[in-house]
């Protein structure tokens, strides 16, 4: 199986948990990466980019509305807003907030599993609510994998927690465990 892309939901404490995973990914796996962190509306985006930036090998910035999604990549869902992914690239949507999120995790993820199907890798970080457990319900429903962050070291194990009663996680495992079984997905 070919992954082709690879989506990630954080929440309280998830900004260490990134920045965990991304420290942990060898820099052979370039499939694209989008992260839909839970942020305050007016947060700064240059922060978070630059942080992360620190972090990879692959080039970090905002996703835009009609982007298109290119390998060696890691886009962010922007503030306030939803990221969906579509045939040819991103959609923005102010739509109502899901999960009390806006990004929210779930449209990220189901809007994934909508387009990539089985060739999609959902991950769920640390939070503090249950944001994201139906989307990665919806890929993998579809054929896609699911990997679930060890609750027993989330900073939040809500998002965590509620991902595992939701589905039959692929793989249930600590941040710096991530990078390696991607690197297992998509390289070799």
Do not use: W
């Not at 989330?154 to 939701?166: E, F, L, T, V, Y």
Request: aromatic letters at 4%; charged letters at 20%.
């Amino acid at each position: 199986m070919t992954y082709e892309l690879v989506v990630v939901g954080a929440s309280l404490g998830g900004l260490r948990a990134m920045t965990d995973l991304l420290d942990s990914l060898p820099e052979q796996v370039r499939v694209p990466i989008v992260l839909a962190q839970h942020r305050a509306p007016d947060s700064e985006r240059d922060s978070l980019e630059g942080l992360l930036q620190r972090h990879t090998h692959l080039a970090v910035r905002e996703a835009g509305d009609k982007d298109p999604i290119e390998p060696g990549h890691l886009y962010l869902a922007p503030p306030d807003y939803h990221l969906l992914v579509e045939r040819d690239g991103f959609a923005l949507s102010t739509d109502e907030r899901v999960q009390y999120a806006r990004p929210s995790v779930d449209v990220l993820f189901e809007s994934t599993a909508d387009v990539y199907g089985e060739r999609a890798i959902g991950i769920v970080l640390t939070g503090a609510n249950a944001d994201g457990a139906a989307g990665l319900r919806a890929i993998q429903d579809v054929g896609g994998v699911a990997i679930v962050q060890d609750p027993a070291t989330a900073a939040a194990r809500q998002m965590p927690d509620a991902a595992i009663r939701a589905t039959a996680a692929d793989v249930v495992l600590p941040v710096p465990e991530m990078g390696p079984f991607l690197y297992g997905l998509c390289v070799t």
